[in-house]
């Protein structure tokens, strides 16, 4: 299906030094490219995505998801984190995501984005929430057009898992999601190739540290505790000088890449390298 990875990916590698050589911070004024990926283009841009992903340091995952089918009720802050769990399981094992943002930053501190655009979901058979996609619609995703036009799921998450060299634990990539349980529960499940998410919390816990590693933020927390910022990913970006990326601007690819330039923003600024107390903690499930 695709042409065999480059030899430093068929084994373990040493982690990045990050220590001895830090990651130049990127210029705000300078947009980040997204690469939007169709059926026609998915071989090209898995080919530009894992050479680009060799000298990988940060990765940033957003996803586009057609709403929720089971609701946590009013009062979501008494549940316990296993009951957001459970709920957050229903969600993402019934319903077909719609586009995945992969946002990657090297060690030489420059940052491009990858817009996978999915087919499977079917609005007239599948599960959703009318008002989700009526939101979606109006930042200009069509999934009639990704139906007929977009990627399989299983397709992108078997380049995900054995291609790209993103899903290797072992290289001490640092992952960035905002607000982000839903969005890591989905990369799961692509990656997994459709598989049922793990029946409790622990398993969750664990079955993200095996692919993604231990290094998984969310940068929804972390600007929780820099009081000076706005609410709201786009907002918080605009906040600190960054330019909407370029090509695709309000849809997954551009969400990714403003929770990786926050990120990056706030560990070499206000939180001053401080990041650890963050790992793991995945907004909406998480108190």
Same mark, same amino acid.
């Given at each position: ?78 549940? !316990?984190?296993?009951?957001?769990? /459970?709920? &957050?399981?229903?969600? +993402?094992?019934?319903?077909? =995501? @719609?586009?995945?943002?992969? *946002? ?74 905002? !607000?982000?349980?839903?969005?890591? /529960?989905? &990369?799961?499940?692509? +990656?997994?190739?459709?598989? =049922? @998410?793990?029946?409790?919390? *622990? ?85």
């Amino acid at each position: 299906m695709f042409p065999p990875p480059p030899a430093s990916f068929h084994g373990r590698v040493p982690p990045p030094q990050t220590t001895d050589h830090p990651v130049p911070m990127p210029a705000p004024h300078v947009p980040v490219l997204v690469h939007p990926v169709w059926a026609w283009s998915f071989h090209q841009e898995a080919a530009r995505l894992r050479h680009f992903a060799e000298g990988a340091r940060y990765v940033a995952v957003n996803v586009h998801y057609p709403g929720l089918v089971h609701h946590p009720g009013k009062d979501q802050d008494a549940l !316990t984190d296993e009951k957001l769990y /459970a709920i &957050l399981k229903s969600n +993402v094992d019934a319903l077909k =995501p @719609l586009q995945v943002g992969i *946002a990657v930053c090297n060690r030489d501190g420059k940052s491009e984005a990858w817009e996978f655009n999915l087919r499977d979901f079917r609005r007239y058979s599948d599960p959703h929430d009318a008002n989700s996609l009526a939101y979606l619609a109006g930042r200009g995703l069509d999934v009639d057009t990704l139906a007929n036009h977009g990627v399989d799921a299983w397709s992108l998450g078997a380049m995900l898992l054995s291609y790209s060299g993103l899903i290797a634990p072992w290289r001490g990539l640092s992952w960035v999601t905002y !607000t982000g349980a839903y969005h890591v /529960a989905y &990369l799961l499940k692509i +990656v997994t190739g459709g598989c =049922p @998410l793990p029946n409790d919390l *622990a398993g969750f816990v664990g079955a993200v540290r095996h692919f993604l590693g231990d290094q998984v933020y969310d940068v929804a927390g972390m600007a929780a505790d820099c009081p000076k910022l706005p609410v709201g990913l786009e907002r918080i970006a605009a906040h600190l000088g960054f330019h909407p990326p370029w090509n695709s601007p309000r849809l997954a690819a551009a969400a990714g890449v403003r929770a990786l330039q926050v990120f990056r923003s706030l560990e070499d600024g206000e939180l001053r390298g401080k990041v650890s107390r963050y790992r793991g903690l995945l907004q909406g499930l998480h108190h």
